[in-house]
C-alpha cells in the first residue's frame, strides 16, 4: 500500500509535460538534446527511486520486526555469508551502471559533435561580463540565435576560467583563457533563456549572466542586419562609442586621458602631436582615418608602432562615427 | 610473554613493541612508504615536466643547452660516490666498526656538501641564463622574483660555505647585488659578455621559442633542483644526527636500523637526481 | 610471564579502579608531547571539533545570506570569502582527518590489542604538523581571508588579491600531517597485529583504515606538490598553470583532482568502516559478508584512482577522455553498493537496539543511499553536462560528506565514547539531537537537489527570484541542524562532568577495544590479546550485575598456555 503511494508519487515527480515545460525536477527544454537529457536523468532518477524506497523499506520493516524486545534479546541464528545473493547484487548493479554508462556516453556524442553546417558565433568571457562576436564584426551583449539553427560557440576567456551555461539548453563548458572551447546548440522554442556563469570566477560570479534570445529562423537575418548598422538608428557619437567598445578600440585607447598602450582619446581631437621622427602633426579626421587603415605609418612619440590595420575591417561611415565620438571627448560633454 | 612487562627490557626496543624484529620491520616499511610518498611528490614535477616537454619540445631542447653539463656529469659522481659510501656506512654498523661507520659518514655528508656547492654554481648560472633568455626574447618581460639573487644564495649556501672556489669566473663577474631586472644591455658589463656569448649560442633557437615557454623550462628546472637540493640537506642533517649517535656509541650494539633508513632515503635522493640530470641535461 | 594468571580472569576490573590514560600525567605539556596514541587522539578530537564549529559558522552564515537574492547580511566579497572557508575548514581541517586521526587513533591500537601505534613519535609530529597547519590557516583568515573557493582554481588563485599563499601553505602543511597518519597505519597494522589476528580476522574499521591509508600515502603528495606549484606561481612568477605565464590552467584542475578525488574516499572510508562496526554490534549479530565488505574498501581505494576526471567533463578535455573517465567512475558504484546490501543483510534477522548510535547507522543508511544513487546523475556524461557546478553537486557532495561522513563520525562517537572517557551520556537527548540533524539536514540539502537540477550553479551570491522558496527552506534547515548540534555539545559536556561512570563493554562489540577498562589504563592491556573473530557477538553476554557486556569464556581471549590454544 505504502509501496504503491510512493509509486504514485514517484511517478508524478518524474512526469514530463508534452509541451516541454518546466518540471518538478528540471527547467524547460529548449534545445534538440534538452529532451535526451531529461529522458536521461529521469530514467535514472527512476532506477535511483526504486533502489531508494527498496533499501529504506527494507530497513524499517527489519527494524520493526527484529527490534530487540522483550523475548528478543538476542538474533535469530542467521548465516552470515552467501556469496550467491552477493554476485548477484553486484550483477545488476554493474548491468545497471552499464547501462547507465551507455545512454549517458550515446547522448554525450550528440552533445559533443557539433553539426557541420553550425553557424558559428565567438563568445568571450570577462569578469563579469559575456560577449558574443557574429561573423560580421558585430558585437552583442546578449546572445541572440536563430531557432532551429544548430549554433556553434568557440569560447576562450581573457581572465580566469568561467563556464557558459544555459540551463534551458542542457548546456554546459568551461570557459578558459588561453584556451578555445567549443560547445553548440540547436534551440527549439523563441523565446529568452537564462545564461550563467558555473564557474566561479570572482566578486561578480552570481551577476555574470546574460540572456539568449532565441528568434524564429526568419526574424534571426533581419535583426542581425538591424542591430550590426546600429549607425543608422544612433547619433555618429553614439554609434562610434558602441564602435569604441565591440571592437576593439578600447583595450588600447582610454577615454579618460590615463594611459595605455596607444595613446588616449580624451581631448585628441585638434590637439597637435609629435612622432617618432620628430615631426608635429594636428589630429583631425584625415589623420585619424589614415591612423586606423594604416595605423603605424604616422606613430606618435612614446608609444611603439603594434597597432593592427583595419582596413577592410571598418567602413568608411564606421570610421566617420569613430571620429565624431573622438571629437565628442573634449572634457566639455561631461561623458566620462 | 603473556605479560605487557618484561623483564629482560633490550635498551633498544622500544616499550609498545614485543620483538626487535617488529620494531625493525615497522621502522623500514615506515621508510619505504615515506619514500613511495615523497617520490610521488617528484613524480608531480616530473609529470609537469612530461606534459610541457610534449607540448613545446622546442623549447626543452633549446633551453637545456644552457644548462653546463660538466658540472651536472661531476654532480652526478659525485652522487653515486655518496651513495657508495652511505652503503659502506650501513655495512659498518651492522659489523659494529664504529671508526669506518664514522668515516663513511663524514665522508657522505663532505660528497653532500659538494653536490650542494656545486649545484650552488650551477644554480647562479640559470639565474643569469633565464635573465638573459627573457630579457631577449621579450624585451619587457616581468622578470620575477626567481632570479633575485640574494635568496638563492641564502637557500643553498648554508648545505656548503665552502665552495666558493668552485664558481666559475663568469659568475665572479656579478655583483649579486646588482639589480638583474634590467635588460642585458643595461647590466654590468661582466654580464654583457656573458650575454654576447649566449646571444651567439641560442640566436639560431630564438626564432621559434615562445618566451612564456622558455621561461616555464626555467621554472620547472629551478623548483626540481630548488626540490631536490632541499631533500638533499635534509639528508645531511640526518647524517649528522647519525654521527651524533655514533658518538654516543647507539650502533656499538648492531642495531643500525636508523643508519639502513637513512641510507635508504639518500638512495632515493641520488636516483632522484639521476633522473632530473638524465632529463634537464641530455635532452638530446 | 612470572606473574600469576589468577588475575586474568576479569582482567578489566584492574584499570578501571586504577590509573587510566586521562589520568596519569597532569599538566598542559604532559599532553602536548605525549605519545600516547588515545591522548594524541583526544587532541585530535578537541582540535577537530573546534573546527568543525569553525566550519559550521562559517556555513550558517552563508545561508543566512542565501536567505534573500542579492545581499543580505554581507557583500559579494565577504560571502565569497565565506564558503571558501567554510570549504578549507570543513575539508582541510574538519573531514580529512576527522575519523582517521580522531577516532581511528584512539581505537585502531586497541582493536590490534596493540601498546601503541608502531611509530608513536610520527604520530605526535602528525598532530603538530596539523596544529601547524591549522595555525598558518588561521593567520591566513586574519590578514584577510581567501575567496578561491576550497578548490584554489587557477588562474583564479594566481590573481586575485587575498591571502592564497599562506591559506595554501597551511593546506600543505595539513597534508603531512595526513601522510604520516597514514603511513603509521599501515605499518601498525602490518606489524602489530595479535597472535591470530590474520587480515581476514581484523575489524571491518581496521580494513577501511589500511584503504583510507593507502590512499593517504599515495594522494596526499600529489596536492603537496601541486599547492606548492601555486605558492611558486604566486611569489614567485613560476609559470606552471597561469596561461599568462606561459601555463595551463587545466594541468592545475588534473593535478588537483588526482589528489581530491581520491580524498572523497579518504573521507567515506573510514565512515563506511564504522558503520560496518556499528551494524553488526547494534544486530547483535555477525556481520553479513564480512570478505566482500573488506575486498569492497580496498576497491573503493583502487577505483578513487581512476576517477578524478570526472570532474572536468566541461573543463574543455577531449571527449574521448571524458568518456574514459565516466566509465571508470561508475566502478566506485559497484563496492559502495555492495556494502549497502551487507549492511541491510546484516540487520536480518537481528537483535537491533536503537540506542543512539544505531539511529546513525540508519540515517547513514537513509542519506547515503540518496547521496550515492545521485552520483549517478554526475557519472552519467549528458546528465553531469547540465548539473555539473550546480546545488545539484553540491547537494550531492553533502549527503555523502555530511549525510555519511559527519555521520558515521557522530555514531563512531557516541559508540566509542564511554570507552574514551569513562561516561555514559544522556540517551534521551542523543535521540532528540539525532532526530533534529536528520531532519534538519535533508531540509538544507534536499532543496538544493531541486535547486541544482533547474540550473542555481554553485557558489552564487545573487540568485533568480524564483528559487527563494527552497533557499529560505535550505537555511530554516542549517538552523535546525546547528541546533542539534548545539544539544549534543550540551549532553556530551554533561557526560563528562558527570555522566554516569561507563561499563567495559557497554554495547556488546566482540573486538578487542572492549576488552579493557573505560577509559583505557596507559599501556592499554593488561594482558596479550589473541585476535579472534571480531563478530563474534554471540561469544558475550550482558551481565546483569554490572551492566556489561563480558565474554563467556574470558580466557579465551588471552594469549596464554591455557586460553591461547
Known amino acids: 500500500m505504502i509501496l504503491t503511494g510512493l509509486f504514485d508519487v514517484m511517478t508524478r515527480l518524474i512526469r514530463v509535460p508534452e509541451d516541454g515545460g518546466a518540471t518538478f525536477w528540471m527547467p524547460p527544454q529548449g534545445s534538440t538534446i534538452a529532451g535526451e537529457v531529461d529522458w536521461l536523468f529521469n530514467f535514472i532518477l527512476g532506477i535511483s527511486v526504486v533502489f531508494f524506497v527498496l533499501i529504506v523499506a527494507v530497513m524499517m520493516v527489519f527494524v520493526v520486526k527484529y527490534r530487540r524486545r522483550e523475548g528478543r534479546e538476542t538474533a535469530s541464528p542467521s548465516p552470515s555469508n552467501n556469496t550467491l545473493l552477493e554476485i548477484t547484487w553486484m550483477a545488476i548493479s554493474i548491468m545497471l551502471v552499464v547501462i547507465i554508462f551507455f545512454f549517458g556516453f550515446k547522448s554525450y556524442l550528440n552533445i559533443s559533435t557539433p553539426p557541420a553546417n553550425a553557424y558559428e558565433i565567438q563568445v568571450a568571457g570577462q569578469k563579469w561580463d559575456w560577449s558574443f562576436t557574429y561573423p560580421n564584426g558585430y558585437v552583442d551583449q546578449d546572445l541572440h540565435v536563430p531557432a532551429d539553427r544548430p549554433v556553434e560557440l568557440v569560447m576562450t576567456s581573457v581572465d580566469v576560467i568561467h563556464s557558459f551555461y544555459v540551463p534551458a539548453f542542457r548546456v554546459k563548458m568551461d570557459v578558459v583563457p588561453g584556451r578555445f572551447t567549443k560547445t553548440w546548440f540547436e534551440a527549439t522554442m523563441p523565446g529568452e533563456y537564462d545564461i550563467f556563469c558555473a564557474e566561479y570566477c570572482g566578486t561578480g560570479h552570481s551577476d555574470m549572466s546574460a540572456m539568449v534570445i532565441v528568434h524564429t529562423s526568419g526574424e534571426f537575418g533581419p535583426w542581425l542586419e538591424k542591430a550590426s548598422n546600429f549607425l543608422l538608428t544612433m547619433t555618429p557619437e553614439e554609434g562610434g562609442r558602441k564602435l569604441y567598445e565591440i571592437r576593439g578600440c578600447q583595450q588600447c585607447h582610454s577615454v579618460d586621458g590615463g594611459p595605455r598602450t596607444g595613446p588616449t582619446f580624451f581631448k585628441m581631437f585638434g590637439k597637435e602631436e609629435t612622432l617618432a621622427d620628430g615631426s608635429i602633426i594636428t589630429v583631425d579626421e584625415a589623420y585619424i582615418r589614415e591612423s586606423v587603415l594604416e595605423p603605424n605609418a604616422k606613430v606618435v612619440a612614446g608609444f611603439e608602432p603594434v597597432m593592427p590595420t583595419y582596413q577592410g575591417r571598418l567602413r568608411d561611415d564606421e570610421i566617420a562615427a569613430l571620429t565624431a565620438y573622438m571629437r565628442s571627448l573634449d572634457g566639455k560633454m561631461g561623458e566620462e | 610473554m603473556a605479560e605487557m612487562h618484561s623483564t629482560d627490557h633490550n635498551p633498544d626496543l622500544a616499550p609498545h613493541f614485543e620483538t626487535i624484529d617488529q620494531q625493525r620491520q615497522s621502522s623500514r616499511l615506515g621508510m619505504w612508504l615515506f619514500l613511495v610518498a615523497e617520490i610521488l611528490f617528484f613524480g608531480g614535477l616530473f609529470c609537469v615536466y612530461v606534459i610541457y616537454r610534449v607540448n613545446q619540445p622546442e623549447v626543452f631542447t633549446f633551453g637545456h643547452q644552457f644548462l653546463d653539463k660538466n658540472l651536472g656529469t661531476l654532480n652526478t659522481l659525485v652522487l653515486i660516490c655518496s651513495s657508495l659510501t652511505m652503503a659502506w656506512a650501513v655495512r659498518a654498523a651492522q659489523l659494529r666498526q664504529r671508526m669506518i661507520l664514522t668515516l663513511m659518514l663524514v665522508l657522505s655528508f663532505l660528497l653532500a656538501g659538494t653536490f650542494l656547492g656545486v649545484q650552488y654554481v650551477e644554480y647562479s648560472h640559470q639565474r643569469q641564463n633565464a635573465l638573459l633568455v627573457a630579457s631577449q626574447l621579450a624585451p619587457d618581460a616581468d622578470i620575477p622574483a626567481e632570479v633575485q639573487p640574494e635568496e638563492a644564495i641564502s637557500a643553498s649556501v648554508e648545505g656548503a660555505p665552502d665552495e666558493a672556489p668552485l664558481e666559475a669566473p663568469m659568475v665572479e663577474a656579478v655583483d649579486p647585488g646588482v639589480s638583474m631586472i634590467a635588460p642585458a644591455a643595461a647590466g654590468p658589463a661582466g654580464l654583457a659578455t656573458a650575454a654576447d656569448r649566449l646571444a651567439a649560442q641560442a640566436e639560431r633557437d630564438l626564432v621559434n621559442v615562445d618566451p612564456a615557454g622558455a621561461k616555464t623550462f626555467f621554472s620547472i628546472y629551478f623548483l626540481m633542483a630548488g626540490l631536490h637540493g632541499f631533500q638533499v640537506l635534509l639528508g645531511m642533517i640526518a647524517m649528522l644526527w647519525l654521527l651524533k649517535l655514533t658518538f654516543q656509541g647507539a650502533f656499538d650494539g648492531g642495531h643500525s636500523i636508523k643508519v639502513g633508513n637513512t641510507a635508504l632515503y639518500w638512495h632515493v635522493a641520488v636516483v632522484i637526481w639521476i633522473y632530473m640530470f638524465l632529463l634537464m641535461y641530455l635532452i638530446d | ?565
Not at chain 3, 31 to 54: E, G, N, P, Q
Not at chain 3, 158 to 164: P, S, W, Y
Not at chain 3, 532 to 540: E, F, G, K, S, V
Open chain 3, 1 to 565: 610471564m612470572a606473574e600469576g594468571h589468577s588475575a586474568v580472569v576479569t582482567p578489566m576490573s584492574e584499570g578501571a579502579s586504577g590509573d587510566n590514560y586521562l589520568t596519569t600525567g597532569k599538566g598542559v605539556l604532559s599532553w602536548l608531547f605525549t605519545l600516547d596514541h588515545k591522548r594524541i587522539s583526544v587532541m585530535y578530537m578537541v582540535a577537530i571539533l573546534s573546527s568543525f564549529l569553525f566550519g559550521g559558522m562559517f556555513a550558517l552564515l552563508v545561508r543566512t545570506e542565501m536567505l534573500t537574492p542579492g545581499a543580505t547580511i554581507m557583500t559579494a566579497d565577504t560571502f565569497n570569502k565565506m564558503f571558501t572557508l567554510h570549504g578549507v575548514v570543513m575539508i582541510f581541517l574538519f573531514i580529512i582527518p576527522g575519523i582517521p586521526a580522531a577516532l581511528g587513533n584512539f581505537v585502531l591500537p586497541l582493536m590490534l590489542g596493540a601498546k601503541d601505534v608502531a611509530l608513536p613519535r610520527l604520530n605526535l609530529l602528525g598532530f603538530w604538523c596539523w596544529l601547524t597547519g591549522a595555525t598558518v590557516c588561521m593567520v591566513s583568515i586574519v590578514v584577510g581571508a581567501v575567496d578561491t573557493g576550497w578548490t584554489f582554481y587557477a588562474p583564479y588563485s594566481t590573481t586575485t588579491g587575498t591571502a592564497v599563499v599562506s591559506m595554501t601553505l597551511g593546506a600543505l602543511i595539513l597534508g603531512f600531517s595526513s601522510i604520516l597518519t597514514g603511513l603509521n597505519f599501515i605499518v601498525t597494522i602490518h606489524t602489530m597485529r595479535p597472535e591470530g589476528m590474520t587480515w581476514f580476522k581484523m575489524p571491518l574499521f581496521v580494513w577501511s583504515l589500511y584503504s583510507t591509508a593507502i590512499i593517504q600515502v599515495l594522494a596526499t603528495p600529489v596536492l603537496g606538490i601541486t599547492l606548492l606549484l601555486l605558492i611558486a606561481e604566486r611569489t614567485l612568477g613560476v609559470g606552471i598553470f597561469d596561461p599568462a605565464l606561459g601555463g595551463d590552467p587545466v594541468l592545475y584542475q588534473h593535478f588537483f583532482w588526482f589528489y581530491s578525488h581520491p580524498a572523497v574516499y579518504i573521507m567515506i572510508l573510514p565512515a563506511m568502516g564504522i558503520i560496518s562496526e556499528l551494524v553488526s554490534v547494534f544486530s547483535g549479530k555477525h556481520i553479513f559478508g564480512y570478505k566482500f565488505i573488506a575486498w569492497s574498501s580496498v576497491a573503493i581505494a583502487v577505483f578513487s584512482f581512476l576517477g578524478w576526471g570526472h570532474h572536468m567533463f566541461t573543463s574543455g578535455q577531449s571527449p574521448l577522455v571524458n568518456v574514459i573517465f565516466s566509465a571508470l567512475v561508475f566502478g566506485v558504484a559497484i563496492p559502495s553498493s555492495l556494502m549497502v546490501f551487507n549492511w541491510l543483510a546484516t540487520m536480518y534477522k537481528g537483535a537491533i537496539s536503537l540506542a543512539a548510535p544505531m539511529l546513525y547507522v540508519l540515517a547513514f543508511l537513509f542519506l547515503f543511499s540518496i547521496g550515492g544513487l545521485t552520483g549517478l546523475f554526475l557519472g552519467a556524461l549528458s546528465t553531469n553536462i547540465h548539473l555539473h557546478d550546480t546545488y545539484f553537486a553540491v547537494a550531492h557532495f553533502h549527503y555523502l560528506m555530511f549525510g555519511g561522513t559527519v555521520i558515521a563520525f557522530l555514531g563512531g562517537i557516541h559508540y566509542w565514547w564511554p570507552k574514551m572517557f569513562g561516561r555514559m551520556y544522556s540517551e534521551f537527548w542523543a535521540r532528540i539531537s539525532a532526530a533534529l540533524i536528520f531532519v534538519g539536514f535533508n531540509l538544507t540539502f534536499f532543496t538544493l537537489f531541486v535547486m541544482g537540477s533547474h540550473g542555481m550553479p554553485r557558489r552564487y551570491y545573487n540568485y533568480l527570484e524564483v528559487f527563494k522558496p527552497y533557499q529560505q527552506a535550505s537555511t530554516v534547515g542549517s538552523y535546525l541542524l546547528g541546533l542539534g548540534f548545539m544539544i549534543m555539545a550540551y549532553y556530551l559536556a554533561q557526560s563528562l562532568l558527570k555522566g554516569e561512570k561507563a561499563p567495559e563493554n557497554p554495547w556488546g562489540g566482540a573486538s578487542l577495544e572492549w576488552e579493557t577498562a573505560s577509559p583505557p589504563i596507559s599501556r592499554n592491556f593488561e594482558h596479550e590479546m589473541i585476535g579472534l573473530d571480531p563478530y563474534d557477538i554471540n561469544a558475550l553476554e550482558l551481565s546483569s550485575d554490572s551492566g556489561s557486556y563480558i565474554r563467556k569464556d574470558p580466557s579465551s581471549i588471552l594469549l596464554t598456555q591455557a586460553g591461547g590454544e
